[in-house]
Protein backbone atom coordinates (compact mmCIF):
# COMPACT_ATOMS: atom_id res chain seq x y z
CA UNK A 1 0.00 0.00 0.00
CA UNK A 2 2.49 2.67 0.79
CA UNK A 3 4.40 1.70 -2.61
CA UNK A 4 1.17 2.74 -4.24
CA UNK A 5 0.50 5.86 -2.15
CA UNK A 6 3.81 6.80 -3.17
CA UNK A 7 3.36 6.46 -6.72
CA UNK A 8 0.03 8.24 -6.48
CA UNK A 9 1.55 11.55 -4.59
CA UNK A 10 4.56 11.73 -7.31
CA UNK A 11 2.11 11.47 -9.62
CA UNK A 12 -0.15 14.20 -7.72
CA UNK A 13 2.77 16.78 -7.69
CA UNK A 14 3.93 15.69 -11.49
CA UNK A 15 -0.02 16.52 -12.47
CA UNK A 16 0.22 20.15 -10.26
CA UNK A 17 3.52 20.96 -11.45
CA UNK A 18 2.70 20.20 -15.41
CA UNK A 19 -0.72 22.45 -14.71
CA UNK A 20 1.34 24.90 -13.18
CA UNK A 21 4.15 24.93 -15.61
CA UNK A 22 1.25 25.35 -18.74
CA UNK A 23 -0.33 28.08 -16.89
CA UNK A 24 2.76 30.05 -16.61
CA UNK A 25 3.52 29.24 -20.14
CA UNK A 26 0.48 30.34 -21.12
CA UNK A 27 0.90 34.25 -19.54
CA UNK A 28 2.14 36.81 -21.51
CA UNK A 29 5.67 38.20 -21.61
CA UNK A 30 9.05 36.74 -21.85
CA UNK A 31 12.07 37.36 -19.84
CA UNK A 32 15.37 37.37 -20.82
CA UNK A 33 19.17 37.00 -19.07
CA UNK A 34 20.96 40.13 -20.49
CA UNK A 35 24.29 40.30 -18.26
CA UNK A 36 25.66 37.32 -15.58
CA UNK A 37 27.28 39.31 -14.06
CA UNK A 38 27.30 43.53 -13.78
CA UNK A 39 29.83 43.68 -11.75
CA UNK A 40 27.82 46.01 -9.24
CA UNK A 41 24.30 45.85 -7.51
CA UNK A 42 22.20 48.60 -9.33
CA UNK A 43 20.36 50.86 -6.32
CA UNK A 44 20.14 53.40 -9.15
CA UNK A 45 19.26 53.07 -13.17
CA UNK A 46 18.95 55.85 -15.72
CA UNK A 47 19.31 54.81 -19.78
CA UNK A 48 20.52 57.65 -21.74
CA UNK A 49 20.52 59.03 -25.24
CA UNK A 50 23.11 57.08 -26.65
CA UNK A 51 21.05 53.82 -26.20
CA UNK A 52 23.44 53.38 -22.81
CA UNK A 53 22.42 52.40 -19.11
CA UNK A 54 24.23 53.87 -16.27
CA UNK A 55 23.85 51.68 -12.71
CA UNK A 56 25.10 52.96 -10.06
CA UNK A 57 25.56 51.69 -6.02
CA UNK A 58 26.69 53.39 -2.57
CA UNK A 59 30.22 53.85 -2.68
CA UNK A 60 31.00 52.60 1.21
CA UNK A 61 29.36 49.14 0.26
CA UNK A 62 32.63 47.00 0.59
CA UNK A 63 34.51 45.18 -2.56
CA UNK A 64 32.21 45.22 -5.89
CA UNK A 65 32.49 42.62 -8.22
CA UNK A 66 34.02 44.95 -11.11
CA UNK A 67 37.23 46.77 -10.59
CA UNK A 68 38.20 50.12 -11.54
CA UNK A 69 41.09 50.69 -14.69
CA UNK A 70 44.21 50.19 -12.82
CA UNK A 71 45.45 53.36 -10.85
CA UNK A 72 41.85 54.58 -10.12
CA UNK A 73 41.47 54.30 -6.65
CA UNK A 74 39.03 56.34 -4.41
CA UNK A 75 40.80 57.44 -1.18
CA UNK A 76 38.92 58.10 1.75
CA UNK A 77 40.55 57.94 5.00
CA UNK A 78 36.57 57.75 6.85
CA UNK A 79 35.40 54.86 5.47
CA UNK A 80 35.49 52.07 7.69
CA UNK A 81 36.07 49.05 4.93
CA UNK A 82 37.92 50.44 2.50
CA UNK A 83 40.24 53.19 3.12
CA UNK A 84 41.52 52.46 -0.47
CA UNK A 85 39.00 51.65 -2.50
CA UNK A 86 39.50 50.29 -5.88
CA UNK A 87 36.53 48.55 -7.02
CA UNK A 88 33.69 50.40 -9.24
CA UNK A 89 30.40 51.36 -7.17
CA UNK A 90 28.91 52.62 -10.97
CA UNK A 91 28.94 50.94 -14.83
CA UNK A 92 28.01 51.59 -18.04
CA UNK A 93 26.15 49.25 -19.84
CA UNK A 94 26.16 49.49 -23.92
CA UNK A 95 22.71 47.37 -25.12
CA UNK A 96 24.40 46.76 -28.26
CA UNK A 97 27.08 44.82 -27.23
CA UNK A 98 25.79 43.92 -23.63
CA UNK A 99 29.15 45.00 -22.51
CA UNK A 100 30.13 46.59 -19.06
CA UNK A 101 32.51 50.09 -18.89
CA UNK A 102 33.31 50.52 -14.70
CA UNK A 103 32.97 54.08 -14.02
CA UNK A 104 34.37 56.00 -10.93
CA UNK A 105 32.54 57.59 -8.54
CA UNK A 106 33.71 59.50 -5.43
CA UNK A 107 31.52 59.72 -2.96
CA UNK A 108 28.73 58.31 -0.94
CA UNK A 109 25.32 57.92 -3.23
CA UNK A 110 23.59 56.06 -1.03
CA UNK A 111 19.91 56.68 -1.22
CA UNK A 112 20.08 59.77 -3.39
CA UNK A 113 18.20 61.31 -6.22
CA UNK A 114 18.31 62.09 -10.26
CA UNK A 115 17.62 63.62 -12.57
CA UNK A 116 18.51 64.43 -16.46
CA UNK A 117 18.99 67.83 -17.80
CA UNK A 118 17.59 69.03 -20.76
CA UNK A 119 21.06 68.68 -22.70
CA UNK A 120 21.14 65.06 -22.14
CA UNK A 121 23.66 65.03 -18.77
CA UNK A 122 21.99 63.35 -15.75
CA UNK A 123 22.79 65.05 -12.38
CA UNK A 124 22.79 63.70 -9.35
CA UNK A 125 22.51 64.61 -5.62
CA UNK A 126 22.97 63.97 -2.22
CA UNK A 127 23.60 60.83 -0.38
CA UNK A 128 24.97 59.68 2.86
CA UNK A 129 28.20 61.14 4.71
CA UNK A 130 30.25 62.76 2.57
CA UNK A 131 27.60 62.74 -0.16
CA UNK A 132 25.02 64.64 1.63
CA UNK A 133 25.40 67.85 0.12
CA UNK A 134 27.13 66.49 -3.10
CA UNK A 135 25.85 67.12 -6.92
CA UNK A 136 27.74 65.26 -9.39
CA UNK A 137 27.18 64.99 -13.07
CA UNK A 138 27.44 62.53 -15.86
CA UNK A 139 27.42 63.50 -19.68
CA UNK A 140 26.70 60.42 -21.62
CA UNK A 141 29.04 59.49 -24.51
CA UNK A 142 28.90 57.31 -27.66
CA UNK A 143 29.79 53.97 -26.46
CA UNK A 144 33.22 53.82 -27.74
CA UNK A 145 34.11 57.04 -26.11
CA UNK A 146 35.26 57.56 -22.99
CA UNK A 147 32.74 59.91 -19.89
CA UNK A 148 32.41 59.22 -16.18
CA UNK A 149 31.03 60.49 -13.44
CA UNK A 150 32.76 64.35 -12.14
CA UNK A 151 31.58 65.60 -8.86
CA UNK A 152 30.75 69.51 -8.94
CA UNK A 153 33.54 71.38 -6.55
CA UNK A 154 31.98 75.29 -7.44
CA UNK A 155 27.90 74.51 -5.72
CA UNK A 156 26.68 72.00 -3.45
CA UNK A 157 23.29 71.15 -2.07
CA UNK A 158 21.76 74.04 0.48
CA UNK A 159 20.81 71.00 2.67
CA UNK A 160 22.00 67.51 2.50
CA UNK A 161 20.17 65.29 1.04
CA UNK A 162 19.19 62.00 1.72
CA UNK A 163 16.28 60.11 0.50
CA UNK A 164 14.75 63.19 -1.93
CA UNK A 165 13.63 63.01 -5.33
CA UNK A 166 14.17 65.29 -8.01
CA UNK A 167 11.38 65.87 -10.82
CA UNK A 168 12.46 68.44 -13.82
CA UNK A 169 10.87 71.69 -14.56
CA UNK A 170 8.56 73.34 -17.23
CA UNK A 171 12.56 75.57 -17.71
CA UNK A 172 14.52 72.96 -17.53
CA UNK A 173 15.61 73.38 -14.09
CA UNK A 174 15.35 71.02 -11.49
CA UNK A 175 13.35 71.13 -8.50
CA UNK A 176 15.28 68.75 -5.34
CA UNK A 177 12.19 67.47 -2.46
CA UNK A 178 12.56 66.69 0.60
CA UNK A 179 14.97 63.76 2.09
CA UNK A 180 15.31 62.68 5.23
CA UNK A 181 15.08 65.42 8.12
CA UNK A 182 15.09 67.97 5.24
CA UNK A 183 11.58 69.07 4.74
CA UNK A 184 12.82 71.79 2.08
CA UNK A 185 12.57 72.13 -1.49
CA UNK A 186 15.70 73.75 -3.58
CA UNK A 187 16.62 73.79 -7.21
CA UNK A 188 19.65 73.08 -9.30
CA UNK A 189 20.23 75.44 -11.09
CA UNK A 190 20.03 77.83 -8.52
CA UNK A 191 17.08 79.99 -9.63
CA UNK A 192 17.86 83.68 -9.74
CA UNK A 193 16.49 85.67 -6.06
CA UNK A 194 15.96 82.09 -4.93
CA UNK A 195 18.96 80.56 -3.83
CA UNK A 196 19.05 78.27 -1.28
CA UNK A 197 16.62 76.28 0.23
CA UNK A 198 12.99 76.63 0.77
CA UNK A 199 10.97 75.12 3.80
CA UNK A 200 7.27 72.87 2.50
CA UNK A 201 5.80 72.41 5.50
CA UNK A 202 3.59 69.57 3.43
CA UNK A 203 6.79 67.47 4.12
CA UNK A 204 6.89 68.05 8.18
CA UNK A 205 3.14 67.09 8.34
CA UNK A 206 3.28 63.82 7.07
CA UNK A 207 6.38 62.91 8.51
CA UNK A 208 5.19 60.00 11.83
CA UNK A 209 7.29 57.45 13.77
CA UNK A 210 9.02 55.48 10.58
CA UNK A 211 8.91 58.73 8.52
CA UNK A 212 7.13 57.65 5.75
CA UNK A 213 7.63 61.21 3.88
CA UNK A 214 10.79 59.74 2.06
CA UNK A 215 11.13 59.93 -1.73
CA UNK A 216 8.24 61.43 -1.93
CA UNK A 217 6.40 61.16 -5.37
CA UNK A 218 6.47 63.99 -7.57
CA UNK A 219 4.61 64.48 -10.69
CA UNK A 220 5.31 67.54 -12.84
CA UNK A 221 1.31 68.52 -13.89
CA UNK A 222 0.55 70.07 -17.03
CA UNK A 223 -0.36 72.99 -15.61
CA UNK A 224 2.90 73.73 -14.58
CA UNK A 225 2.25 72.92 -11.14
CA UNK A 226 3.25 70.00 -8.77
CA UNK A 227 1.89 67.42 -7.25
CA UNK A 228 3.60 65.78 -4.32
CA UNK A 229 2.73 62.83 -2.27
CA UNK A 230 4.12 61.57 1.05
CA UNK A 231 3.00 59.59 3.36
CA UNK A 232 -0.92 59.44 2.82
CA UNK A 233 -1.47 62.59 1.68
CA UNK A 234 -0.71 64.89 -1.27
CA UNK A 235 -0.64 68.54 -2.27
CA UNK A 236 -0.53 70.52 -5.30
CA UNK A 237 2.48 73.30 -4.75
CA UNK A 238 3.49 76.04 -7.12
CA UNK A 239 7.12 75.96 -7.24
CA UNK A 240 7.23 79.61 -8.98
CA UNK A 241 5.07 80.92 -5.84
CA UNK A 242 6.54 78.56 -3.24
CA UNK A 243 3.00 77.82 -1.90
CA UNK A 244 0.53 74.99 -1.44
CA UNK A 245 -2.79 75.51 -3.77
CA UNK A 246 -4.60 72.68 -3.01
CA UNK A 247 -5.03 69.89 -0.31
CA UNK A 248 -5.98 66.43 -1.67
CA UNK A 249 -8.40 64.10 0.11
CA UNK A 250 -5.64 61.58 1.86
CA UNK A 251 -5.69 58.07 0.38
CA UNK A 252 -6.81 55.21 2.25
CA UNK A 253 -4.57 52.21 3.15
CA UNK A 254 -1.56 53.46 4.99
CA UNK A 255 1.59 54.90 4.23
CA UNK A 256 2.90 54.51 1.03
CA UNK A 257 6.15 55.92 0.36
CA UNK A 258 9.66 54.77 1.93
CA UNK A 259 9.93 53.24 4.35
CA UNK A 260 6.42 51.79 3.47
CA UNK A 261 6.91 50.54 -0.18
CA UNK A 262 4.13 51.76 -2.40
CA UNK A 263 4.97 52.89 -6.31
CA UNK A 264 3.08 55.76 -8.59
CA UNK A 265 2.90 57.01 -12.05
CA UNK A 266 1.52 59.71 -13.66
CA UNK A 267 -0.28 58.17 -16.81
CA UNK A 268 -0.30 59.68 -20.24
CA UNK A 269 -0.53 63.04 -21.25
CA UNK A 270 -3.10 63.47 -24.31
CA UNK A 271 -5.74 65.14 -26.27
CA UNK A 272 -5.78 68.71 -25.42
CA UNK A 273 -3.23 68.02 -22.19
CA UNK A 274 -5.24 69.73 -19.72
CA UNK A 275 -5.98 66.39 -17.29
CA UNK A 276 -3.63 64.45 -15.25
CA UNK A 277 -4.17 61.52 -13.97
CA UNK A 278 -1.93 59.82 -10.71
CA UNK A 279 -1.96 56.17 -9.89
CA UNK A 280 -0.24 54.94 -6.35
CA UNK A 281 0.05 51.49 -5.99
CA UNK A 282 0.74 49.05 -2.71
CA UNK A 283 2.30 49.48 0.30
CA UNK A 284 3.48 48.04 3.72
CA UNK A 285 1.12 48.11 6.61
CA UNK A 286 1.88 50.59 9.02
CA UNK A 287 4.26 49.83 12.02
CA UNK A 288 5.90 47.13 10.14
CA UNK A 289 9.01 48.96 9.60
CA UNK A 290 9.09 49.77 13.47
CA UNK A 291 8.70 46.08 14.49
CA UNK A 292 11.11 45.16 11.55
CA UNK A 293 8.13 42.75 10.89
CA UNK A 294 9.08 40.56 7.64
CA UNK A 295 6.28 38.87 7.47
CA UNK A 296 3.35 41.55 7.87
CA UNK A 297 1.81 40.95 4.46
CA UNK A 298 1.61 44.30 1.92
CA UNK A 299 -1.44 45.47 0.91
CA UNK A 300 -2.18 45.76 -3.04
CA UNK A 301 -4.64 48.27 -3.20
CA UNK A 302 -4.38 51.46 -5.52
CA UNK A 303 -5.53 54.64 -5.33
CA UNK A 304 -6.31 56.51 -8.97
CA UNK A 305 -6.99 60.76 -9.00
CA UNK A 306 -7.70 62.98 -11.40
CA UNK A 307 -5.21 65.47 -9.89
CA UNK A 308 -6.46 68.26 -12.11
CA UNK A 309 -10.02 67.61 -11.50
CA UNK A 310 -11.55 70.83 -9.64
CA UNK A 311 -13.11 68.29 -7.15
CA UNK A 312 -10.92 65.02 -7.26
CA UNK A 313 -11.01 61.65 -5.25
CA UNK A 314 -9.71 58.46 -5.23
CA UNK A 315 -11.05 55.61 -7.22
CA UNK A 316 -9.50 52.44 -4.93
CA UNK A 317 -8.72 49.19 -7.02
CA UNK A 318 -6.57 45.46 -5.94
CA UNK A 319 -4.04 44.83 -7.96
CA UNK A 320 -3.99 40.83 -8.22
CA UNK A 321 -1.36 40.68 -5.22
CA UNK A 322 0.13 42.54 -2.18
CA UNK A 323 3.45 44.30 -2.84
CA UNK A 324 5.77 46.47 -1.58
CA UNK A 325 8.85 47.61 -3.53
CA UNK A 326 7.01 47.31 -6.79
CA UNK A 327 8.73 49.47 -9.61
CA UNK A 328 5.92 50.72 -12.03
CA UNK A 329 7.35 51.80 -15.61
CA UNK A 330 5.19 53.67 -18.46
CA UNK A 331 5.31 51.38 -21.18
CA UNK A 332 5.42 52.84 -24.66
CA UNK A 333 1.68 51.95 -25.54
CA UNK A 334 0.53 54.22 -22.10
CA UNK A 335 -0.20 50.85 -20.09
CA UNK A 336 2.05 51.01 -16.86
CA UNK A 337 3.85 47.78 -15.80
CA UNK A 338 4.13 46.59 -12.73
CA UNK A 339 6.97 44.47 -11.32
CA UNK A 340 9.67 43.37 -9.00
CA UNK A 341 9.00 43.72 -4.84
CA UNK A 342 7.98 41.19 -2.29
CA UNK A 343 4.66 40.60 -0.41
CA UNK A 344 5.20 40.71 2.93
CA UNK A 345 7.66 42.82 5.09
CA UNK A 346 8.67 46.38 4.18
CA UNK A 347 11.85 48.63 2.76
CA UNK A 348 15.06 48.29 4.94
CA UNK A 349 17.87 45.77 4.79
CA UNK A 350 16.65 42.16 5.39
CA UNK A 351 12.95 43.43 6.24
CA UNK A 352 11.01 41.73 3.43
CA UNK A 353 9.72 38.27 2.46
CA UNK A 354 7.76 36.60 0.13
CA UNK A 355 9.34 37.87 -3.29
CA UNK A 356 6.66 38.84 -5.88
CA UNK A 357 8.13 37.27 -8.91
CA UNK A 358 4.64 37.75 -11.21
CA UNK A 359 4.60 41.17 -13.15
CA UNK A 360 1.62 42.69 -13.45
CA UNK A 361 0.13 45.26 -16.16
CA UNK A 362 -2.03 47.88 -15.53
CA UNK A 363 -4.58 49.13 -18.47
CA UNK A 364 -5.83 52.52 -17.87
CA UNK A 365 -8.51 52.45 -20.18
CA UNK A 366 -10.29 49.20 -18.98
CA UNK A 367 -13.11 49.28 -15.92
CA UNK A 368 -12.36 49.19 -12.72
CA UNK A 369 -11.68 45.53 -12.25
CA UNK A 370 -10.46 44.72 -15.41
CA UNK A 371 -7.21 46.94 -15.51
CA UNK A 372 -4.80 44.32 -14.02
CA UNK A 373 -3.50 41.35 -16.49
CA UNK A 374 -0.81 38.98 -14.28
CA UNK A 375 2.06 38.17 -16.47
CA UNK A 376 4.59 35.83 -16.84
CA UNK A 377 6.57 35.38 -14.03
CA UNK A 378 10.35 35.73 -13.31
CA UNK A 379 12.80 33.03 -11.63
CA UNK A 380 15.09 36.32 -9.83
CA UNK A 381 13.73 37.51 -6.76
CA UNK A 382 14.19 41.59 -6.83
CA UNK A 383 14.31 42.88 -3.71
CA UNK A 384 15.50 45.98 -1.55
CA UNK A 385 16.95 48.25 -4.09
CA UNK A 386 16.14 46.46 -7.27
CA UNK A 387 14.37 49.27 -10.39
CA UNK A 388 13.13 48.72 -13.55
CA UNK A 389 13.51 51.20 -16.89
CA UNK A 390 12.33 51.15 -20.21
CA UNK A 391 14.67 50.57 -23.22
CA UNK A 392 14.53 52.20 -26.69
CA UNK A 393 13.32 48.72 -28.12
CA UNK A 394 10.49 48.37 -25.92
CA UNK A 395 11.52 46.17 -23.15
CA UNK A 396 12.30 46.41 -19.93
CA UNK A 397 15.66 46.27 -18.12
CA UNK A 398 15.71 45.14 -14.73
CA UNK A 399 18.32 45.43 -12.59
CA UNK A 400 19.62 45.21 -9.02
CA UNK A 401 18.23 44.22 -5.38
CA UNK A 402 20.58 43.87 -2.31
CA UNK A 403 18.41 43.51 0.52
CA UNK A 404 21.93 43.62 2.87
CA UNK A 405 24.36 46.05 4.15
CA UNK A 406 27.01 44.39 1.85
CA UNK A 407 27.11 42.73 -0.62
CA UNK A 408 25.92 38.87 0.18
CA UNK A 409 25.82 36.07 -1.98
CA UNK A 410 25.18 32.99 0.88
CA UNK A 411 21.59 34.51 2.10
CA UNK A 412 17.80 33.73 1.22
CA UNK A 413 17.58 36.55 -1.45
CA UNK A 414 21.26 37.31 -2.22
CA UNK A 415 22.77 40.44 -3.83
CA UNK A 416 22.14 40.46 -7.60
CA UNK A 417 24.11 41.27 -10.11
CA UNK A 418 22.27 39.48 -13.19
CA UNK A 419 20.69 42.28 -15.29
CA UNK A 420 17.48 40.80 -16.99
CA UNK A 421 15.19 42.20 -19.36
CA UNK A 422 11.29 41.75 -19.76
CA UNK A 423 9.48 41.61 -23.35
CA UNK A 424 5.61 42.69 -22.74
CA UNK A 425 3.55 40.86 -25.00
CA UNK A 426 3.84 43.33 -27.55
CA UNK A 427 7.11 42.32 -28.31
CA UNK A 428 5.64 38.30 -28.92
CA UNK A 429 6.60 37.22 -32.78
CA UNK A 430 3.12 36.79 -33.67
CA UNK A 431 3.18 41.02 -33.81
CA UNK A 432 6.29 41.54 -35.68
CA UNK A 433 4.19 42.10 -38.80
CA UNK A 434 2.21 44.83 -37.02
CA UNK A 435 5.44 46.52 -35.62
CA UNK A 436 6.49 49.93 -37.33
CA UNK A 437 9.91 50.83 -38.29
CA UNK A 438 10.72 54.59 -37.86
CA UNK A 439 12.73 55.62 -41.54
CA UNK A 440 12.36 59.06 -40.55
CA UNK A 441 12.07 61.72 -38.24
CA UNK A 442 14.04 65.03 -37.08
CA UNK A 443 16.41 64.88 -34.44
CA UNK A 444 15.19 68.18 -32.60
CA UNK A 445 11.73 69.36 -32.88
CA UNK A 446 10.59 73.03 -30.86
CA UNK A 447 7.29 73.13 -28.76
CA UNK A 448 4.39 72.96 -31.26
CA UNK A 449 5.82 72.48 -34.26
CA UNK A 450 4.37 70.78 -37.04
CA UNK A 451 6.65 67.32 -38.12
CA UNK A 452 6.61 64.54 -39.95
CA UNK A 453 7.27 60.63 -39.21
CA UNK A 454 7.99 58.30 -41.70
CA UNK A 455 7.42 54.85 -40.72
CA UNK A 456 7.13 51.23 -42.31
CA UNK A 457 5.19 48.36 -41.56
CA UNK A 458 4.69 44.42 -43.05
CA UNK A 459 1.21 44.51 -42.84
CA UNK A 460 -1.40 47.44 -44.21
CA UNK A 461 -1.81 50.17 -41.79
CA UNK A 462 -4.79 50.20 -40.03
CA UNK A 463 -6.41 53.20 -37.97
CA UNK A 464 -4.34 55.55 -36.10
CA UNK A 465 -0.54 55.06 -35.61
CA UNK A 466 0.15 56.66 -32.70
CA UNK A 467 3.60 58.82 -32.14
CA UNK A 468 4.38 59.06 -28.48
CA UNK A 469 7.20 61.03 -26.47
CA UNK A 470 8.72 58.93 -23.60
CA UNK A 471 10.94 60.66 -21.76
CA UNK A 472 14.50 58.58 -19.49
CA UNK A 473 13.78 58.47 -15.75
CA UNK A 474 15.74 57.90 -12.87
CA UNK A 475 14.60 54.91 -11.02
CA UNK A 476 15.67 54.03 -7.63
CA UNK A 477 13.40 52.77 -4.76
CA UNK A 478 10.59 51.68 -6.53
CA UNK A 479 9.37 55.41 -7.78
CA UNK A 480 10.54 56.33 -11.18
CA UNK A 481 11.57 60.15 -10.72
CA UNK A 482 10.67 62.29 -13.93
CA UNK A 483 8.92 59.72 -16.05
CA UNK A 484 6.68 60.87 -18.14
CA UNK A 485 4.64 59.66 -21.59
CA UNK A 486 3.09 62.09 -24.03
CA UNK A 487 1.04 60.87 -26.61
CA UNK A 488 1.41 64.19 -29.05
CA UNK A 489 -1.48 64.62 -31.53
CA UNK A 490 -1.30 63.08 -35.08
CA UNK A 491 -3.28 62.64 -38.06
CA UNK A 492 -4.00 59.35 -39.62
CA UNK A 493 -0.70 57.94 -41.57
CA UNK A 494 -1.05 57.91 -45.67
CA UNK A 495 0.82 56.17 -48.44
CA UNK A 496 3.83 58.10 -49.21
CA UNK A 497 6.51 56.15 -51.72
CA UNK A 498 6.84 52.69 -49.96
CA UNK A 499 6.18 54.14 -46.72
CA UNK A 500 3.74 55.91 -44.34
CA UNK A 501 3.32 59.60 -43.51
CA UNK A 502 2.15 60.58 -40.02
CA UNK A 503 1.64 64.58 -39.41
CA UNK A 504 2.51 65.23 -36.05
CA UNK A 505 2.72 68.21 -33.88
CA UNK A 506 5.01 68.43 -30.81
CA UNK A 507 4.44 68.73 -27.33
CA UNK A 508 3.17 72.63 -26.79
CA UNK A 509 5.04 73.80 -23.63
CA UNK A 510 7.74 72.78 -21.08
CA UNK A 511 4.76 71.88 -18.97
CA UNK A 512 3.33 68.91 -20.58
CA UNK A 513 6.86 68.22 -22.25
CA UNK A 514 9.79 69.40 -20.12
CA UNK A 515 12.47 69.85 -22.83
CA UNK A 516 15.03 67.63 -23.22
CA UNK A 517 15.87 64.13 -24.86
CA UNK A 518 12.23 61.66 -25.55
CA UNK A 519 12.32 58.65 -26.83
CA UNK A 520 9.88 58.91 -29.45
CA UNK A 521 7.65 55.65 -30.56
CA UNK A 522 5.18 54.78 -32.98
CA UNK A 523 2.51 52.62 -31.99
CA UNK A 524 0.60 50.48 -34.32
CA UNK A 525 -2.28 48.55 -33.01
CA UNK A 526 -0.39 48.35 -29.64
CA UNK A 527 3.04 46.95 -30.94
CA UNK A 528 5.67 49.83 -30.18
CA UNK A 529 8.43 50.68 -32.71
CA UNK A 530 12.25 50.84 -31.60
CA UNK A 531 12.63 54.49 -30.46
CA UNK A 532 14.40 57.25 -32.29
CA UNK A 533 16.05 60.22 -29.93
CA UNK A 534 14.59 63.50 -30.53
CA UNK A 535 15.32 66.38 -28.52
CA UNK A 536 12.78 68.66 -27.57
CA UNK A 537 13.16 72.27 -27.18
CA UNK A 538 11.86 75.51 -26.67
Known amino acids: MAKYASSARWLLQSLIFTILWTVRAQLPGTWELLVPNAGVASMHTAVTRFNTVVLLDRTNIGPSRKMLPKGHCRIDSNDVVLKKDCFAHSVVLDLQTNQIRPLMILTDTWCSSGQFLPDGTLVQTGGDLDGFKKIRKFEPCEPGEFCDWVELKDVELANGRWYATNQILPDGTVIIVGGRGTNTVEYYPPRKNKNGAIELKFLADVEDNQMDNLYPYVHLLPNGRLFIFANNKAVMYDHEGNRVIRDYPALSGGPRNYPSAGSSVMLALEGDFSTAVIVICGGAQYGAFIERSTDTPAHGSCGRIVATDPKPGWEMEDMPYGRIMGDMVMLPTGDTLIINGAQAGTQGFEMASNPCLYPVLYRPDQPVGLRFMTLNPGTVPRMYHSTAN ?32 FSPEYLSPDRVNVRPVIEGIPETVRYGEAFDVFVSVSLPVVGIIEVNFGNAPFATHSFSQGQRLVKINVTPSVPDSGRYRIKCTAPPNGAVAPPGYYMVFAVNQGVPSVARWVHLVA
Open 390 to 421: LLPDGRVLIAGSNPHYFYKFGAEFPTELRLET
